[in-house]
DNA sequence: GGCATTTGCGCC
DNA sequence: AGGGCGCAAATGCC
């Protein structure tokens, strides 16, 4: 059952009910002040609605803050962007039509203030966005698939839909934070916080020490011109100051230096003045972005939320009584291109839990640490160095798997888009890229221009290598916690969504979920059931396993 | 002075 | 010559 809702002029909603054949059984019009009870009582009637809405992060947080929670979802807006670059949905009228209102880049505005809902005078998109009508040409286009692309499209579709609800829950129960060990993890590393203007003590301490070791007078190391001068002036042949380049000399100087910058890393990024800004009542709030990456993954806006550094997880602390159930899918990428590719041996060292160790133990490589590099290397398509070395070997005992990607590479470099496995699509490169590359084969071409094609052509190969991997990899993780979602609603019987179970914070591959410490252990294998769920749900039967560590914690850092 | 780009580094 | 991001501060430009 879907119901497709637009908001009216008037402060009221209009509410649109579709039968199993997409044919309109009944329309209603719901005042601003019955919204929410409307959709509590909806959900309670028929829990397998569907709304269809324009933008998730225009409706959701509204419902939320009324205490309702929203089961299923269409995304237009986010579904909308699929369909239209999919090559499996290319001779759509949806693909094909000029860009209109549904075509806008970015998320709704970050406005969550309470009435934002009935606030919108404009529509975001700047025109006016029919959702009937945009359903409709959305069913059309994936009914217009072939049989096997329909079925993943359909699938990619409720993912999507379902990461924008996850999103919008995340962001509206935070991630519990405990200000004071930030700032005990600060003090520790720092010294105690500084006036405003000033460096802490200990990054004070060791920028004398640089200046003492270089024998210059005192100069701003933030200043990339002044640092690298004052290297210089002390014999030091640095081109750069980059922490990787400077570790290579040898000088007394180097170590403090590279302290300094790991401290003064952490105080602007992560120091107080975050700490006042994004960290209120306990909860980190930031807001996530599904499909804000090309690839399918979430991008975040505000307090660098998918940057979180190590060190200042010791503050992600649950609240009194519950614990976190911290997990992570166990190299995720590789197993990924192994049921891609259908790469038997590689899917045969997936087995165990460590797919690296599989690896040495079937004599592809001599260590984990050779088999890791190697398989990022083949991934993001290295060409020199130790993983470049690695790679022949590697594509002798993988050779589907390392071919997959190779074709991924050659396509790009051919100008081609690329797929994940459930259907979203790479871009096209732009038109400098296209006319350079039929420059190139011209007969005007020069040696210089045939030059800079390749090194392009080559570039957008390395993008559409990763891809297929990293696109189907976030394919994985949206169905990995669509289903847990699922069963952390079953198990919260109807509790509101933060007294019970529910997740706080998602990074590519890893989540986190906040729970009452009597029932981690249970989620602990909410968590590892759905993993397995998502592998059959995107892959079949294919043999890969997807094994995922839980654990249950007593503050975020303690996992792994 | 303000806005855009670059540099450097955090995460996966 | 290694894929995808976001962010702070410096730098470049008008």
């Given at each position: 059952?879907?119901?497709?809702v637009?908001?009216?002029?008037?402060?009221?909603?209009?509410?649109?009910?579709?039968?199993?054949?997409?044919?309109?059984?009944?329309?209603?019009?719901?005042?601003?002040?019955?919204?929410?009870?409307?959709?509590a009582?909806?959900?309670?009637?028929?829990?397998?609605?569907?709304?269809?809405?324009?933008?998730?992060?225009?409706?959701?947080p509204?419902l939320?803050?009324?205490?309702?929670?929203?089961g299923?979802?269409?995304?237009?807006?986010?579904?909308?962007?699929?369909?239209?670059?999919?090559?499996?949905?290319?001779?759509?009228?949806?693909?094909?039509?000029?860009?209109?209102?549904?075509?806008?880049?970015?998320?709704?505005?970050?406005?969550?203030?309470?009435?934002a809902?009935?606030?919108?005078?404009?529509?975001?998109?700047?025109?006016e966005?029919?959702?009937?009508?945009?359903?409709a040409?959305?069913?059309?286009?994936?009914?217009?698939?072939?049989?096997?692309?329909?079925?993943?499209?359909?699938?990619?579709?409720?993912?999507?839909?379902a990461?924008?609800?996850?999103?919008?829950?995340?962001?509206?129960?935070?991630?519990?934070?405990?200000?004071?060990?930030?700032?005990?993890?600060?003090?520790?590393?720092l010294?105690?916080?500084p006036a405003?203007?000033?460096?802490?003590?200990?990054?004070?301490?060791?920028?004398?020490?640089?200046?003492?070791?270089?024998?210059v007078?005192?100069?701003?190391?933030?200043?990339?011109?002044?640092?690298?001068?004052?290297?210089?002036?002390?014999?030091?042949?640095?081109t750069?100051?980059?922490?990787?380049?400077?570790?290579?000399?040898?000088?007394?100087?180097?170590?403090?230096?590279l302290?300094?910058?790991?401290?003064?890393?952490?105080?602007?990024?992560?120091?107080?003045?975050?700490?006042?800004?994004?960290?209120?009542d306990?909860?980190?709030?930031?807001?996530?972005?599904?499909g804000?990456?090309?690839?399918g993954?979430?991008?975040s806006?505000?307090?660098?939320?998918?940057?979180l550094?190590?060190?200042?997880?010791?503050?992600?602390?649950?609240d009194?009584?519950?614990?976190?159930?911290?997990?992570?899918a166990?190299?995720?990428?590789?197993r990924?291109?192994?049921?891609?590719?259908?790469?038997?041996?590689?899917?045969?060292?997936?087995?165990?839990?460590?797919?690296?160790?599989g690896?040495?133990?079937?004599?592809?490589?001599?260590?984990?640490?050779?088999?890791?590099?190697?398989?990022?290397?083949?991934?993001?398509?290295?060409?020199?160095?130790?993983?470049?070395?690695?790679?022949?070997?590697?594509?002798?005992a993988?050779?589907?798997?390392?071919?997959?990607?190779?074709?991924?590479a050659?396509?790009?470099?051919?100008?081609?888009?690329?797929?994940?496995?459930?259907?979203?699509?790479?871009p096209?490169?732009?038109?400098?890229?296209r006319?350079?590359?039929?420059?190139?084969?011209?007969?005007?071409?020069?040696?210089?221009?045939?030059?800079?094609?390749?090194?392009?052509?080559r570039?957008?190969?390395?993008?559409?290598?990763?891809?297929?991997?990293?696109?189907?990899?976030?394919?994985?993780?949206?169905?990995?916690?669509?289903?847990?979602?699922?069963?952390?609603?079953?198990?919260?019987d109807?509790?509101?969504?933060?007294?019970?179970?529910?997740?706080?914070?998602?990074?590519?591959?890893?989540?986190?979920?906040?729970?009452?410490?009597?029932?981690?252990?249970?989620?602990?294998?909410?968590?590892?059931e759905s993993?397995?769920?998502?592998g059959?749900?995107?892959?079949?039967?294919?043999?890969?396993d997807?094994?995922?560590?839980?654990?249950?914690?007593?503050?975020?850092?303690?996992?792994?």
């Amino acid at each position: 059952m879907h119901l497709v809702v637009r908001r009216l002029p008037d402060r009221r909603v209009s509410v649109s009910r579709l039968d199993d054949t997409d044919g309109l059984s009944g329309a209603e019009t719901v005042d601003a002040h019955d919204w929410a009870a409307f959709v509590a009582r909806t959900e309670r009637a028929e829990p397998s609605t569907r709304w269809v809405w324009d933008d998730t992060a225009i409706w959701y947080p509204e419902l939320l803050r009324a205490g309702v929670r929203v089961g299923r979802c269409i995304d237009l807006r986010l579904c909308h962007a699929i369909l239209r670059s999919s090559v499996a949905t290319a001779s759509s009228a949806l693909a094909t039509a000029r860009p209109g209102p549904w075509d806008v880049p970015v998320a709704a505005p970050r406005d969550t203030d309470v009435g934002a809902l009935f606030a919108l005078d404009a529509e975001p998109g700047g025109g006016e966005r029919d959702p009937l009508a945009e359903f409709a040409a959305q069913r059309a286009a994936v009914a217009g698939a072939t049989p096997d692309a329909r079925s993943r499209l359909s699938l990619l579709i409720a993912a999507e839909s379902a990461g924008a609800l996850i999103a919008a829950e995340m962001t509206f129960a935070g991630l519990p934070w405990d200000a004071e060990r930030h700032d005990a993890v600060l003090t520790e590393l720092l010294g105690p916080r500084p006036a405003p203007g000033a460096r802490p003590s200990r990054m004070q301490e060791a920028l004398a020490e640089v200046v003492t070791a270089l024998d210059v007078t005192p100069f701003s190391p933030e200043s990339p011109g002044e640092l690298l001068r004052a290297l210089q002036s002390a014999g030091i042949p640095a081109t750069s100051t980059r922490s990787w380049e400077l570790k290579q000399f040898d000088h007394p100087a180097i170590a403090p230096l590279l302290h300094y910058k790991k401290m003064a890393r952490l105080f602007t990024a992560n120091g107080w003045n975050w700490l006042d800004q994004w960290v209120e009542d306990g909860r980190f709030r930031p807001t996530y972005v599904p499909g804000g990456v090309v690839t399918g993954r979430w991008a975040s806006d505000g307090g660098g939320a998918l940057q979180l550094p190590h060190q200042v997880r010791r503050a992600v602390v649950p609240d009194d009584g519950w614990s976190f159930v911290v997990a992570d899918a166990a190299q995720l990428e590789p197993r990924i291109l192994a049921a891609l590719s259908g790469d038997a041996a590689m899917a045969a060292a997936a087995r165990g839990v460590d797919l690296y160790d599989g690896m040495v133990t079937a004599g592809a490589v001599d260590t984990r640490a050779h088999a890791k590099v190697a398989m990022l290397g083949a991934m993001y398509g290295a060409t020199t160095g130790e993983s470049g070395l690695l790679l022949p070997r590697l594509a002798r005992a993988y050779p589907r798997a390392i071919g997959f990607v190779e074709a991924a590479a050659r396509a790009g470099e051919r100008g081609e888009r690329v797929s994940t496995r459930l259907g979203r699509s790479s871009p096209v490169p732009g038109r400098g890229w296209r006319e350079l590359q039929e420059l190139a084969a011209g007969d005007a071409a020069t040696e210089a221009i045939g030059r800079r094609a390749r090194t392009e052509a080559r570039n957008w190969g390395r993008f559409t290598r990763n891809f297929v991997v990293q696109g189907s990899a976030a394919e994985w993780a949206l169905c990995w916690m669509a289903s847990l979602r699922t069963r952390l609603t079953q198990l919260a019987d109807g509790t509101p969504l933060t007294e019970s179970a529910h997740l706080v914070f998602f990074l590519h591959d890893e989540i986190v979920v906040h729970s009452p410490i009597e029932q981690a252990d249970r989620v602990a294998r909410l968590v590892t059931e759905s993993a397995a769920e998502a592998g059959r749900l995107i892959f079949g039967d294919a043999p890969v396993d997807f094994p995922v560590t839980a654990a249950v914690v007593s503050s975020y850092d303690q996992a792994k």
